[in-house]
């Protein structure tokens, strides 16, 4: 009875893990938009994203790119104030796999050459 009643199920309903996890998703974004940006000082050198080391905390200073490449970066947590944090490189000037809050992001080097940042 439990296999008819699943064929039966509509296709857009979740299942309790399913849920689970887009309410856990939905939290971590919330978080993230919730989080304080935290002031920048003028004595503190900004640098570019592919300049952090791995593992080092910080935050994004400016997004120095077109409009609609800036606003697909933001749709991921990217934006001004936003805490970041290099995870890997890839070898070969390939892409860098970058964490903000609890998402991670691959991003192209060149990309991440006009995100500047300031280690925490």
């Known amino acids: ?6 064929r039966g199920r509509h296709p857009a309903k ?10 856990r998703l ?6 993230m938009r ?3 940006i935290p002031p920048l000082s003028v004595g503190i050198a900004m640098s570019s994203l592919v300049a952090l080391a791995p593992a ?3 935050a994004v200073s400016a997004l120095n790119l077109p409009r609609d ?3 697909r970066l933001r749709c991921f947590g990217i934006e001004t104030g936003a805490h970041i944090q290099v995870v890997r490189r890839a ?3 390939g892409p860098l796999l970058v964490r903000i809050g609890c998402t991670d992001v691959i991003l192209r080097r060149d990309v991440a050459r006009q ?3 300031t280690p925490l």
Do not use: W
């Not at 009875?1 to 699943?6: P, Q």
């Not at 979740?14 to 309410?23: E, F, H, I, M, S």
């Open 1 to 6: 009875m439990t296999s008819a009643r699943r």
């Open 14 to 23: 979740l299942d309790r893990g399913q849920l689970r996890a887009v309410t």
């Open 26 to 31: 939905h939290q971590c974004l919330l978080i």
């Open 34 to 36: 919730m989080c304080p």
């Open 56 to 58: 080092t905390p910080a």
């Open 69 to 71: 490449a800036a606003g």
């Open 91 to 93: 070898v070969l000037g």
């Open 115 to 117: 995100i500047e940042v």
